[in-house]
């Protein structure tokens, strides 16, 4: 008879997410983001999360980092359409376009004032932020 043993690990989650309701293109949004926040958001590999005994999804992936803020921009549904029933890299808001990830984002970059930025922009139909400790696929937004 053989053990199976699972590990169980918890992962603790240090940034404000946000999620973003718009048509737009990630490029173009990338760009709108850049000009309005004053950012550098650079398009980086794409993300590819793996599933077993299928292809991998693919997301579109932007960052700007400094030395105190990093902050990541993702697509939220896979580039390349999948049988899949929930193509996400957050099944769990699924509604939302876009996944905005801020570390150390300070007052201007945080909570109610970042939505407030992000909803005035002409690109951004709908924006909110929620606690990312509390999706059931939080894995997938840690890189």
Same mark, same amino acid.
């Given at each position: ?49 793996? &599933?077993? !005994?299928?292809?991998? &999804? ?25 049988? &899949?029933?929930?193509?996400? &890299? ?20 945080? !909570? ?32």
């Amino acid at each position: 008879m053989t053990k199976t043993f699972t590990l169980d690990v918890e992962l603790a989650c240090d940034f404000d997410l946000f999620g973003l309701v718009s048509s737009a293109r990630d490029y173009s949004l990338a760009w709108v983001l850049n000009r309005a926040l004053r950012l550098r958001l650079r398009r980086q590999p794409d993300l590819l999360l793996p &599933l077993p !005994g299928r292809e991998p &999804l693919v997301f579109s992936h932007y960052l700007h980092a400094t030395e105190g803020l990093m902050l990541r921009l993702f697509r939220n549904r896979a580039l390349v359409p999948s049988a &899949l029933p929930k193509p996400f &890299l957050a099944p769990d808001v699924k509604e939302y376009d876009y996944l905005l990830a801020v570390s150390n984002g300070g007052e201007e970059l945080s !909570g109610p004032a970042l939505v407030g930025h992000l909803t005035a922009l002409d690109a951004v139909q709908y924006a909110a932020q929620f606690d990312p400790n509390t999706l059931k696929y939080k894995e997938n937004l840690i890189l």
